[in-house]
């Protein structure tokens, strides 16, 4: 999990303003996610991406969009229509997933609040 | 989709003592069990995990069971030492997705 990267650490937003946090990974891994994180919450997956120029929703994706240009690199825009989105945002990567390689790797995670 | 329900929310134990955190999932498709640990404000960090075609697995004082007949699985940690106090995360996964139990908040007390 060393291998991938996340930023800003910390991220304030204004209402109505679009942020884009930064997720990189130097692990050749095909499969990228983003999660959030709630307090006394599990992870609950926003947007995943299974190979370059593809990618698909998952349970909480409404406010958010995501690109998957490069194989390293799946950014994840909080946009104005998120009507919520103080949270823990968590990028993860896998090897390949559906061919037995499942193990999710962290990133360090981005705090975001709203102002 | 998969529910994934985790108990209990919050365990305190005497240091020296085993702790036992239980997961149930719903999609019989399932095929494998990872464990998280995260520490306050840290990324979650896999501790152990399992996959269908096994019972039971151990990595010294951790270990983990599975039960699909009854769609469980649970996280036995023993010789619990301060440092295992953390929030922990049962998922399952069927196909391209993990999904994930709510947390359990575990507490050593030295």
């Known amino acids: 999990d060393g291998g991938i990267t996340q930023s800003p650490k910390y991220l304030f937003r204004k209402e109505g303003q679009n942020v884009t946090l930064s997720c990189e990974q130097n692990?050749?891994?095909?499969?990228m996610y983003w999660y959030r994180q709630d307090p006394g919450q599990g992870l609950r997956l926003i947007y995943y991406s299974q190979i370059v120029n593809d990618f698909q929703k998952g349970d909480i994706a409404e406010g958010y969009s995501v690109s998957r240009e490069k194989k390293e690199s799946f950014p994840l825009t909080v946009t104005s229509a998120q009507k919520n989105p103080t949270a823990f945002y968590l990028c993860?990567?896998?090897?390949?997933?559906?061919?037995?390689?499942?193990?999710?790797?962290f990133g360090p995670g981005t705090r975001l609040t709203v102002l | 989709g998969e529910n994934v329900e985790q108990h209990p929310s919050t365990l305190s134990v005497q240091e020296g003592d085993s702790a036992v955190i239980k997961c149930t999932y719903s999609d019989s498709a399932s095929n494998y069990f990872p464990w998280y640990k995260q520490e306050l404000g840290k990324r979650p960090q896999l501790i152990i995990d399992i996959r269908s075609n096994v019972g039971e697995k151990k990595d010294q004082r951790i270990a983990v069971t599975l039960n699909k007949t009854a769609k469980h699985f649970s996280l036995h940690i023993t010789e619990t030492q301060p440092e295992d106090s953390a929030v922990y995360f049962c998922?399952?996964?069927?196909?391209?997705?993990?999904?994930f139990g709510k947390g359990t908040k575990l507490s050593v007390i030295p």
């Open positions: 692990l050749n891994h095909d499969a």
């Open positions: 998922a399952a996964s069927g196909s391209y997705q993990l999904t």
């Open positions: 993860a990567s896998s090897i390949a997933p559906g061919q037995g390689s499942d193990t999710q790797y």
